[in-house]
């Protein structure tokens, strides 16, 4: 009797954990930053913001660092080698701001296998 009560426990909490719906993949406080220079060492990255809830703070050599300016929701956009709407790569995170919190709530890669985290 006690296999069974074990194994149901185990099941139940089995499947709240495989369930479980998270709402953000990370949470930061007053920045996030976005590294593309072990991807590529050249300079053909540009991004794009989706509205004002976030500014840029400082860049250079592929790297990207952005503070929060409003609150609300935010796509960040970053294309390599961006001809008029033609890119080679494409990586969208999407973004909520929170007072001084960025949260990272979702991303995609078009064109690549993976993407560079948020720090």
Same mark, same amino acid.
């Given at each position: 009797?006690?296999? @069974?009560?074990?194994?149901? @426990? ?23 930053? @976005? ?61 909520? @701001? ?11 890669a078009i064109g ?8």
């Open positions: 009797m006690r296999y @069974v009560i074990l194994f149901l @426990v185990t099941l139940l909490l089995s499947l709240i954990i495989i369930f479980y719906p998270q709402k953000y993949l990370m949470k930061f406080e007053n920045q996030i930053t @976005v590294n593309y220079s072990e991807i590529s060492d050249e300079a053909l990255w540009t991004y794009e913001l989706s509205n004002n809830n976030l500014k840029l703070k400082e860049e250079g050599n592929n790297i990207w660092t952005f503070i929060p300016n409003n609150n609300g929701k935010t796509v960040l956009t970053f294309y390599y080698d961006k001809k008029d709407n033609d890119y080679r790569y494409k990586i969208i995170y999407n973004l909520e @701001v929170n007072k001084n919190k960025i949260i990272w709530l979702s991303g995609e690549l296998m993976d993407y560079p985290n948020l720090y």
